[in-house]
Structures are given as structure tokens and as C-alpha cells.
């Protein structure tokens, strides 16, 4: 039968200044049927006492506190996925946004009835250091699925939500992410989803705060400044590093034929010179949410950027 519990998996390291807000949030949140683990890695910032602080709010075992691989935030998050019980959901929970309180209501409300499993995240209200409004973020127009995931991250993981079964396909494959060294776990997990022809929904509506400050992780990815670095990476060999890392990860799994063949056409992709490189790309029907992206990184391919 399927539950509507959601374990929140909450990475944490240096996070005081902003976890309480965090943690409000998800009090307030509208559907109460959660519980909470927090794996810190290691903070000396009075992170760990604002988790006791919140514990002691709730009866033995809503909220849990266990040590981190201390390895940075993507290795965290994919010990987490080791911890969520059987049978339940779970959503990715960053240290310093802010979640509006239908945030799990709607993702359980679109999840619970599927049959295999589902994947929902939403688009976020991009804010200043204090919560000031800043901006939604993009409204991704083309399809979700393997050919976008292969090359690009869409699901944003701080309102990644996952159904029972997804959880369990995060939970076999999280050995090989660790062991390939994958850079970023939202996109894995968006590849992972895509690849097994999980459900996957991109709610419109903003679900959370999410705060931009000097000490932000991974920041918002819509400026011209961050566009052009995100080029520049692409350009200088980062972004084949970053697909190879992903490719490794996926490569041992028992995928479905499609997801496969899309599979080797990245591999192609990666290894070989730049016209067969554009080719792969063609014949894999790779693309990115914008026309700009999409031509970016058939020219990276075209020029031999994408290979080791």
C-alpha cells in the first residue's frame, strides 16, 4: 500500500546561521506525516545544537542526528539515501532555503497514486541572503527525460521528492555513484529517474525559498554571469569530467533497452574525436532546455572538449 511518510534528508555542515529558518519551515509544513535525519559533516558552528534544539520539539525518533561521511555535500546526500526505511518516501533537504509550507503536500499529493516510481521537484523563489524575493527561477519548456538528463541537471535536488519505489532505486544504485565519484547528486538522481522511465513531474509553482549567500553550495544557474561560466566549463573540459563521472555511475545498471542505447551514445559522445563525438550527440537526440544550451554543447562535442 503507499504511505505518505517522507523521511527529509537534510545535509548539514557550517550551517547555523541559517538552519533555524530551515527547520521552522519544515514544522510548518502542511503535511505532518514526516520525519527528519540530518547527517552533518563534522560543523563546529553550533549546527549540531540547533538540531538538538529542534529534536527536543518532537517525541524519540522524528528527528535523527548521525555523522556524515565528511566527503562534501553530493557524498553526503548519497549516504543519507542508505538510511530511509522500506516503504517509505523521502525529499533532499538543503541547509539554508526556506520550504513554503504545501512544499511535501503537493509532492505527496502527485506521488502517492503512481504505480512505479515517481520523481517530483519543482521550480524555487530565488532570494537574497535575507529571504528577499529576487526572482523565480526558469520554467523549463522542453520534455523531461534521458536524452535532456544524459546532459543537463533540471531536477532541482533542494525540492527533489521521491515515492517509495524511486527510493529503492536510489538506494541500489547509490554504491556505483559514490564509487564513480559523480559530482552532483540532484543530477544523478535525475538521470537515474529518467533511465529507469520513472514519472516525472516539474511542478510550475515555486515550492521553496531558496537563499543565495556567499557559502551557497551551487547558487542560481540563470545569470548571464553564471551562463558564462557554466560555457567556460563546458568549453575547458569540466563538463565531460563532470558526464563520464555520471556515465560510469549508470553504466553497471540493469536498464531498460532505450536508456541503454542512449546510454552508449554518450559514451560515444565522450570518447570519440569531434566530428564522430557530434554525430553520437545527433544520433542520441541529446538536448538541453534552451537552443543556446543545445548548440553549446554540440560545439563542445564538434571541437573535442567532452573527451578525457
Known sequence: MPTSHVVILLASFQGAAHLTTQLDSLADQTHEDWSLIVSDDGST???????????????????TLIDGPRAGATMNFLSLIDHVPR???????D????????????????????PGPGHYAARTIITDARLKPIAESRRFRRPFGIRNALVQACMAGNTSVFNSSAVRLLQNAAPHARQAGIIAHDW???????????????????????????RSEVGRNDTLPAL????????????GGWLRANHTSLACLDLPPDSRTA??????????PGPQALMAMLQGRFY???RAGTAALALSALT????A
Open 45 to 63: 558552528d553550533g549546527t549540531q545544537d540547533r538540531v538538538a534544539e529542534f529534536s527536543g520539539r518532537y517525541g524519540q525518533g522524528r528527528v
Open 87 to 93: 516503504g517509505a518516501m523521502a525529499a533532499f533537504c
Open 95 to 114: 541547509q539554508d532555503d526556506l520550504w513554503l509550507p504545501h512544499k511535501l503536500a503537493r509532492a505527496v499529493e502527485v506521488l502517492n497514486p503512481l
Open 188 to 214: 544523478w538522481a535525475y538521470q537515474l529517474m529518467a533511465a529507469h522511465r520513472a514519472r516525472l513531474i516539474h511542478d510550475p509553482r515555486p515550492a521553496l525559498l531558496y537563499r543565495q549567500h556567499p
Open 228 to 239: 558564462s561560466a557554466r560555457l567556460r566549463q563546458l568549453m575547458a573540459g569540466d563538463f
Open 263 to 272: 546510454l552508449d551514445h554518450l559514451g560515444t559522445m565522450l570518447t570519440r
Open 288 to 290: 538541453r532546455q534552451t
Open 304 to 307: 573535442g572538449s567532452l573527451r
